[in-house]
């Protein structure tokens, strides 16, 4: 409408289109408002720890702090051959203040961390140090190379070097198991250490196969759900949502029964006289518990989604494919099946995002050959207390489950998620 | 399911191993659930079926384990089951109140970012627990609330919050607008016409996600596992340190028990839903 023609205007003489535009901004603010507590309180509690998990996990802030002096210095070193006099001079001058406030320690063993072999001749410069043996009126390079030969290595002022920024991605670089070299690029770590690699291949190869076979298992039975009358469906869904509602320790714990060696499935196979009473296979505490549990705590999120999808087919669809000629087998393949695409999109989504980040079932059935990536990262909090790495590794984890999370909200719509 | 007269062998087959299949993905869904009763009223100290029990001898059951479970001074199951039920219906309540009011924001039409924001408010459901355990614990510790009930409540109303968003806005999909208009032009403030009109209209759909957010406080282990102390422990925090160290069958009472509880609750979900369905006029 161009602004010639004649305006409709309210009663109050407002033309409608303002009064309308103040309307609707002021149902938005309330629309807002509403939200306004839960949003807020979410990004203080969670968004914003989690933002912090990412500065934790790049922070080395700490040993930039410690060198102040030296690092100044150190940006007009070129690198190559072993620092010049002022460089050992502000290092001197820094570790004085670190020995005074008892923190060298702390400093050697970050540098250890850089380069092994600094934890030693840190403590013997500390022990020179304290012993007020460092004459600082002469050349305070040379007293510092003589303490020990690592001293005059040119490796170990690079390596300090590299210490300099406030921010590391060494953290990230463990995670998939590569490192810093000496010249500062990026190296992989030999290959029979390469222990987080196999921890996330088989984190995907496991979310994988648990999500097919909580497909293979689901679809034949949100079928028979969706096409049963009823009263039986009804009765049925009761062994769908009670493994649902029941406590996860709990159907863990089941497992853990049901797979010892002395247990029931094992009882039998023996019973069949699949295996002999005397060999009977380790089921739990390996791969092949972590699957089985898996699959059936994870099985309700697969056939919820799929019977909800199967539930709005139409039975006339099949009979429809039949009388036109198809067997069975075709108008299923060709009718019905891809009418159900949108749920098996929804649910293996479903299931591959939480399989990925499990923790609780590996931790306790997996044993060392079943374990995942976020067992690691407990590991790491709990046990190494290496509060920074467990922070990269659980981002590097969390950054994948968001991509297939944006997958998901394309395809299906976050308030599409059923529940029961 | 009966099959018509004319279907051909082939078919005929093929459907009596679909139904083998389903009958298969049934017992592998409840079948592990019922190993538990029967052991639970185990005599003996083993986890596995005794001699006695397989011949249904009545001297090899007894309640000794439950006795256990309720008097037994090394079992701190008592302190954990009140700080669970403690825990549960602060973070239930916390997570009903935040959740149905940003549930009636976001299904406002006027609502502006729904997408990114609805994708925000149910991210806890989805960000796996160990990361949000982390994350929330540096939240915590930083103001100072770790190891308190304070902390593990926030935590669980963080973690509970997006089944109640899911179950509000769903039920408030099938809602009627009008009424709410109609009651407004009968002159009852905002406040009113939701406690007298759209309060009991969604009930079902608010208890609903308040019982999804009961069981996830209930059951959750994880983040707690971060958070808590020794003053706070928690029934899944003693069957996971149970489950680790010594496997005795006190926790089989103890999962025996919350097996019967979340039947209840399965049987007040499922009554609600249908409640729900039938108040917003869905028939299926």
Not at chain 1, 58 to 81: A, R, S, V
Not at chain 2, 259 to 276: G, H, K, Q, W
């Amino acid at each position: 409408m161009s602004s010639e023609t004649k305006q409709i205007l309210t009663t109050d003489g407002i033309p409608l289109e303002v009064s309308l535009k103040k309307a609707e901004k002021k149902n938005k603010i309330k629309a807002f408002l509403l939200v306004a507590p839960l949003l807020l309180f979410l990004i203080i509690t969670y968004v914003f720890p989690i933002g912090e998990m990412f500065s934790r996990s790049i922070d080395d802030k700490m040993i930039t702090n410690m060198l102040p002096k030296t690092f100044k210095e150190m940006e007009k070193w070129d690198g190559q051959e072993l620092p010049p006099e002022e460089v050992f001079t502000a290092f001197y001058y820094d570790f004085k203040v670190l020995v005074e406030k008892q923190e060298h320690g702390k400093l050697g063993q970050r540098l250890n961390k850089e380069k092994n072999g600094f934890n030693s001749i840190t403590k013997k410069l500390f022990r020179q140090v304290k012993r007020k043996k460092i004459d600082e009126s002469i050349s305070i390079k040379e007293q510092i190379m003589k303490v020990h030969k690592r001293w005059r290595t040119v490796e170990y002022w690079q390596a300090i070097k590299r210490t300099a920024p406030p921010y590391t991605m060494s953290k990230y670089l463990k995670g998939m198991d590569m490192y810093y070299a000496a010249d500062g690029s990026i190296t992989q770590v030999d290959e029979d250490r390469r222990i987080h690699r196999i921890l996330w291949l088989r984190t995907l190869e496991i979310a994988f196969f648990v999500t097919l076979f909580c497909f293979l298992m689901g679809y034949p039975i949100a079928h028979l759900l969706a096409t049963l009358p009823m009263k039986y469906s009804n009765l049925l869904m009761i062994c769908v949502l009670l493994p649902f509602w029941t406590s996860l320790l709990v159907r863990t714990a089941s497992w853990m029964i049901l797979l010892q060696q002395q247990g029931v499935v094992n009882d039998f196979f023996v019973m069949i006289g699949l295996v002999g009473d005397d060999n009977r296979p380790e089921m739990m505490y390996n791969k092949v518990g972590t699957y089985v549990a898996m699959t059936q705590i994870l099985l309700p999120f697969m056939v919820l989604p799929l019977y909800s999808v199967m539930k709005t087919i139409s039975p006339s669809l099949m009979r429809a494919g039949k009388s036109l000629g198809g067997t069975p087998f075709v108008a299923f393949w060709k009718v019905y099946f891809p009418l159900t695409i949108p749920g098996i999109g929804a649910g293996c989504l479903l299931v591959f995002i939480l399989a990925i980040g499990y923790y609780i079932t590996p931790a306790l059935v997996g044993g060392a050959s079943g374990t995942l990536i976020s067992n690691q990262i407990a590991f790491h909090m709990k046990q190494t207390l290496d509060w920074s790495f467990a922070s990269a590794m659980g981002l590097m984890l969390l950054s994948g489950v968001l991509v297939i999370y944006w997958i998901y909200n394309k395809l299906v719509g976050v308030d599409n998620i059923k529940l029961g | 399911m009966a099959l018509p007269s004319y279907t051909e062998t082939r078919y005929r087959i093929w459907h009596y191993i679909y139904i083998t299949i389903c009958t298969f993905v049934f017992f592998f869904l409840i079948a592990p659930l019922f190993v538990i009763f029967p052991l639970s009223f185990n005599a003996e100290e083993f986890l596995v079926f005794s001699e006695g029990m397989k011949n249904l001898d009545p001297d090899a059951f007894s309640l000794r384990w439950y006795k256990d479970m309720i008097y037994g001074t090394k079992n701190p199951w008592g302190l954990a089951a009140k700080n669970s039920f403690i825990i549960a219906i602060f973070a239930t309540i916390g997570s009903i109140i935040l959740g149905t009011l940003a549930a009636l924001g976001l299904s406002s039409r006027h609502m502006p970012y729904k997408g990114i924001i609805m994708a925000t408010l149910i991210s806890p459901m989805i960000v796996p627990l160990i990361i949000s355990g982390v994350a929330i614990f540096f939240f915590m510790a930083k103001v100072g609330l770790a190891a308190t009930h304070a902390g593990i409540v926030l935590a669980h109303i963080i973690l509970g919050t997006p089944f109640v968003v899911i179950t509000v806005t769903a039920t408030l999909s099938g809602f009627d607008h009008s009424v709410t208009r109609a009651a407004a032009s009968l002159g009852s403030n905002p406040v009113n016409t939701f406690m007298k009109v759209t309060l009991p209209l969604i009930l079902p759909g608010v208890i609903s996600g308040g019982l999804f957010a009961f069981v996830t406080s209930f059951d959750e282990v994880v983040v707690v596992l971060f958070l808590a102390g020794l003053e706070n422990t928690t029934i899944p925090i003693q069957m996971w340190t149970g489950l680790r160290e010594q496997l005795s069958p006190t926790i089989l009472a103890v999962a025996t028990c919350l097996i019967i509880l979340s039947t209840l609750i399965l049987i007040s979900a499922e009554l609600l839903r249908r409640r729900s369905e039938r108040l917003r006029g869905i028939n299926r």
